[in-house]
């Protein structure tokens, strides 16, 4: 099958169809992302759309939106973050996309870092594959008190250097 993935600016229209992909229960399993409430999420990410310091780009698959790739600073240190639809799970787009997304931000200092729980696999290869590397591990405790292992992986120079 073969697809192209494209970025563009999230805008207030993609609310909607990324809300609905941070609430599915499966998704919220394999991420470190808070779950919000719709109307928390849509007051959260008008501050994120408004927010210059942060790097926001919607993930489109044949004119159809499956996601969401940002980076922010976290602790005074870049951090990659993304949500990809289950529906469209396993077809290389969280790659392709990260991979269209690290010279966008190319200007940043590094270290870039990215976290993600131990047992989502395929978002720890997404992140190896350009060029990130596992530094630590750690243990998150959710807003329910579960305590979830995650590993904190960094990019510290420009892929393909």
Request: proline residues 6%.
């Amino acid at each position: 099958m073969s697809f192209q993935v494209v970025l563009r600016p999230v805008t207030e229209s993609d609310l909607p169809t990324l809300f609905a992909h941070q609430d599915d229960p499966v998704v919220r399993a394999m991420g470190v992302i808070p779950h919000r409430a719709r109307e928390e999420f849509f007051q959260k990410w008008k501050e994120v759309l408004a927010d210059t310091q942060f790097a926001k780009q919607s993930i489109w698959v044949d004119e159809q939106l499956v996601g969401n790739m940002v980076c922010f600073l976290r602790d005074g240190v870049h951090e990659i973050g993304y949500v990809v639809g289950r529906d469209h799970w396993g077809k290389g787009i969280a790659s392709a996309a990260l991979a269209q997304f690290l010279p966008l931000i190319s200007h940043l200092p590094r270290p870039i870092t990215a976290r993600v729980v131990k047992h989502n696999f395929a978002s720890l290869r997404v992140l190896q594959k350009n060029g990130f590397l596992i530094v630590a591990e750690m243990t998150e405790t959710d807003p329910q008190g579960r305590h979830i292992p995650e590993f904190r992986l960094s990019l510290a120079e420009e892929p393909n250097q």
